[in-house]
């Protein structure tokens, strides 16, 4: 299932609205935990999974490591995971997944079949959302200095420069440059603009210590230096916050983050925050991002009773009445969503021509994230160069991919 695909039928899917149903349908006496990440969109989705009542939710971005051991638990320790093609395939490799035809068959006729992810002939998980980046920007303070929303990160620099000397904000971009993960898939992003998906070869090995991986990674490294200090330290939450506290003027953010620059329970920017697509690393290229859908799967260690609770759960979660009172909580797959001003972003990031890659739902680029999270933040402190800190990727990548079985 290509996740260009799906966000392209998302936008389809906005001219449509179906039908809203009143709560739950039925009433689940089977006690259903669900383990997510713990933003926005999952949020409302396990919320209106809540109303049929005898469901626990645990919102924890942490969820990637936990998610594993507790789906290989006999019983497993949730009954529902939620996932993305970031996060879908230590399950896949684990085989602990429930192929889930048989319950769309029962209970899932109205899903869109870009909901249905599927491996081989097996329905493996149901997409609720898909995500990009997208820049994120303080529309009013653009205006104000006459800026326009850069389209390439040669632009993005420059403004950036201009809001410095403005004294305007604490400081000009923000990103999610944490240590492991998330600087991983900064890097990803980068990567992904100047040559593609190639990170792995055809047989295998790895192919990112290259000109394209550092040029990736100086780039990177220029970003952070409009950033807050403890850039090491910021994730997407962080991110979020600064936006929301007026702290920063821009970022390239998860399109799933954006709308809460309009919670006027925690923002102080609301209405002033607009969107833009994801520039370019480099004139000519894709955009600094990568194509993702969220969703949700069930484990196979657990009874065929509470399989087909939590899937009935999730589907009344996931359904028309759900996007129209969170309409702008993600890009959502079911009827009913239309995209505001805060997803504009995200529909010019696909839309642009080459347009962004699918993040790899395989094994090896799950290895690949992994090695590059462990060694790049070396480049960043000073203890390694470009080359060095994606030679000790590499060599961890082989280390690894042999353990597994990926390389001889």
């Given at each position: ?396 990548y082989r280390t690894a991919a042999r353990e597994a079985g990926l390389l001889h």
């Amino acid at each position: 299932m290509k996740s260009r695909s799906l966000l392209v039928a998302a936008v389809l899917a906005a001219l449509v609205s179906g039908p809203a149903s009143a709560g739950c349908s039925f009433r689940n006496d089977v006690p259903i935990k669900i383990l997510s990440a713990a933003f926005e969109a999952w949020k409302a989705a396990t919320s209106a999974m809540a109303e049929c009542g005898n469901v626990t939710a645990s919102m924890d971005q942490e969820f990637r490591t936990k998610l594993p051991a507790a789906f290989a638990a006999k019983p497993a320790l949730y009954q529902i995971g939620g996932v993305s093609n970031t996060t879908i395939a230590p399950l896949l490799n684990q085989n602990t997944i429930r192929p889930l035809n048989d319950l769309v068959e029962k209970y899932g006729q109205h899903l869109k079949p870009n909901q249905l992810i599927r491996i081989g002939d097996d329905i493996v998980a149901i997409a609720m959302m898909v995500n990009t980046q997208e820049l994120a920007y303080r529309k009013d303070i653009f205006d104000e200095l006459g800026l326009e929303a850069p389209k390439t990160y040669d632009e993005l620099f420059e403004v950036a420069e201009q809001i410095r000397q403005s004294g305007k904000v604490d400081y000009p971009l923000g990103g999610m440059t944490m240590s492991g993960w998330n600087m991983a898939l900064e890097w990803i992003n980068f990567y992904a603009s100047l040559a593609g998906d190639g990170y792995v070869n055809p047989d295998g090995t790895p192919n990112f210590n290259n000109e394209n991986g550092i040029k990736a990674l100086e780039l990177l490294k220029r970003a952070t230096e409009y950033m807050d200090p403890e850039y090491l330290v910021s994730d997407s939450t962080f991110v979020q916050q600064q936006m929301q506290q007026g702290k920063i003027a821009m970022a390239n953010i998860w399109a799933s983050r954006a709308g809460a620059m309009d919670d006027e329970a925690e923002s102080r920017v609301v209405g002033k925050v607009h969107t833009a697509a994801s520039p370019l690393a480099a004139e000519g290229g894709r955009p600094v991002a990568t194509l993702y859908w969220d969703g949700i799967v069930i484990p196979k260690n657990i009874s065929d009773e509470a399989a087909e609770a939590a899937f009935r759960v999730a589907m009344e979660g996931l359904d028309t009445e759900m996007v129209l009172a969170h309409n702008d909580d993600a890009v959502w797959l079911m009827d009913g969503y239309r995209p505001g001003r805060l997803a504009e972003g995200a529909v010019a990031t696909a839309s642009i021509k080459p347009g962004p890659v699918s993040y790899p739902m395989t094994m090896e680029m799950g290895l690949v994230h992994s090695a590059i999270g462990n060694q790049i933040s070396a480049f960043f402190t000073g203890a390694a160069s470009a080359e060095a800190a994606l030679a000790a990727a590499e060599e961890e990548y082989r280390t690894a991919a042999r353990e597994a079985g990926l390389l001889h």
